[in-house]
């Protein structure tokens, strides 16, 4: 989507946006349209509620067809978040009318919403993809509006600094949201391997791909012993944004990016197994949040690593109790082969450290646990860490951007209990592995973790691909975490 002004509108433009507040007349309008309004709200039709609309059809001279009623709630309850879904509600009724062009009307009020107001309009705009035959086969595209324009007397310059970034993260969360929404049969090793490529020459920032052979050649043994019932190779992906000016030592994202979990020997359930294509939602938001570093003009130093496999079932396959040796020299009992994931970040995140053991904080990504979804639901991401500052900074990025993360403990117990009696430590706790477990992960996670570095982890199983979506997010993925990291960026 493209952002316009407009100055004047003519019986062209098939529709209008009017927001308005449920406390608050219309100004700036012609009477007559205002007393339109006025008697929709008397007729009970339209009451001006956040997120409620109601379409007027007119005959105008010089105005548009059609009047869509946008509610905005009372004002002194109008932010960020009520801007994002009402305005994705909007989009969302719109956009199987074939309108092309989103246009609505500013007012003053709506001044310092615009980054929020156009994250909605991107989000609603998001599109899945289609593999369907018989139809046009156009290159998919995540959005399908045109423009979004704003209706004004003149041009208003913060305001549309504000839609332009919001369109932009829009944009980067419905990539993220594809990539999820990839099967892993299309999705595959070199497939995610051919976006990094193009998020780094897109985002000018560098990159490097281990190949499984550089891979074994490090001896990362624990991404080896989840790939190795694999055919399709293993990458760890990292690409660096370095911009001239940037300040402070690096922020090192990581990602866990499975692209299909079978939970191996460990097999999974008929009954949910479809959906794990979806366990690399990780990984896709550390592509996504890269790939705008630059056009958001973040002068940090941020790096984003990846990590790449499938976990599967084959005679190579990684065996329920056997002992394999992690890049950091630590050896792991796999007593569970369903839990993969905190085995490739252990090996990525001991890579991360290494190679820059100055940094300013570790903070990794991943649909670990069945048990944090469980736990939270799919409104919030389970937030786990060592250290209070860069939780409650996380914490804020996420009640900012109403992308939901709450704190879970990591009890010394926990941290004990993933200690094992033959290896150094076992993928998951003996005996009692059921409680706790979200919490358990993050502790196997921390024995990876060097004293001195500043961590957070941050369990998506819940918030990365949902049944019952928020307003402005369709079922399956929804991009999450893009959005409260871009925050977190910029704030800290
Ligand atoms: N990818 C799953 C976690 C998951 C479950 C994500 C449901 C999204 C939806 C992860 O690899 C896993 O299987 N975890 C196990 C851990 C257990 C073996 C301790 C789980 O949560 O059951
Ligand atoms: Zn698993
Ligand atoms: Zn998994």
Redesign the pocket.
Known sequence: MQLKFKKSLSNKDNHLILPIFEDKKQSKIPENIIALIESSKKNEDFSGKSSETHILTINEPGWPSKLVLLGLGKSKDFNNAVARESFATVVKKLKPQNVGNIIFNYTSELGSYGQAIAEGCALGDYHLGSYQTGKSEKKHKSSELKNLIYFNDKKVKTFEAGLNKGLLIGSGVNFVRDLVNSPSNILDVAEFAKHARSVAKKSKSKLKILTLKEIKKLKMGAIIAVNQGSNDGANLVTIEHKPRGAKGDPIILVGKG?LF?T?GY?L?PSN?ID??H??MAGAALVLGVMSLLNDLDIKKHVIGITPVTTNMVDANAIKPNDIITSYSGKTIQIL?T????RLILADALTYAQKKWPKNEAVINFA?????C?VALGDRYAGLFGNDQKLIDSLKSSSERTDEGAWPLPIHDDYFEAMKDDMADLRN?DRGT?KLA?ASK?AAFLKHFIEDDTKWAHLDI?GTG?VNRPKKYDYQYATGYGVRLIIDFLENC
């Not at 369903?338 to 994931?341: L, R, V």
């Open positions: 499975v979990d939970g460990n999974k949910g959906t794990m979806m366990d569970n369903d839990a993969e994931g649909t670990l646990t069945g048990a979804m998951i592995s477990s992960a199983a691909f």
